[in-house]
């Protein structure tokens, strides 16, 4: 019933930028927390920014003043401006969506992900 469907990854040079988007789509009645997090090789998926239920915006402090979250709450989408990228960067960015959606009358609360999309920084 639910799709979070990311785009925007692929290779990057070191201090280069890339610009993630992620369009959650089907019979969503409301959208709680969304944000992005990233799981690079061996090690354990992470928070990179979210948006809280409050509205207000987290961040790992590896990427505090590099990553810049938005969001278009019309088109349900979020997105992750990702500057001065580091090969560290590397990862699986993955996209999550604390949500209600509508199943004939009932509205349910689920935890979603993304696909995941892959982002290299490398020279």
């Known amino acids: 019933q639910v799709q979070l469907v990311e785009s925007g990854g692929g290779l990057v040079q070191p201090g280069g930028s890339l610009r993630l988007s992620c369009a959650a789509s089907?019979?969503?009645?409301?959208?709680?927390?969304m944000g992005w997090y990233r799981q690079a090789p061996g090690k354990q998926r992470e928070l990179v920014a979210g948006f809280t239920s409050g509205g207000s915006t987290n961040y790992a402090d590896s990427v505090k003043g590099r990553f810049t979250i938005s969001r278009d709450n019309a088109k349900k989408t979020v997105y992750l401006q990702m500057n001065s990228l580091k090969p560290e960067d590397t990862a699986v960015y993955y996209c999550?969506?604390?949500?209600?959606?509508?199943?004939?009358?009932?509205?349910?609360?689920?935890?979603?992900w993304g696909q995941g999309t892959q982002v290299t920084v490398s020279s």
């Open positions: 089907g019979s969503i009645f409301s959208i709680y927390a």
């Open positions: 999550n969506a604390d949500l209600v959606y509508v199943v004939t009358t009932e509205r349910v609360r689920e935890d979603y």
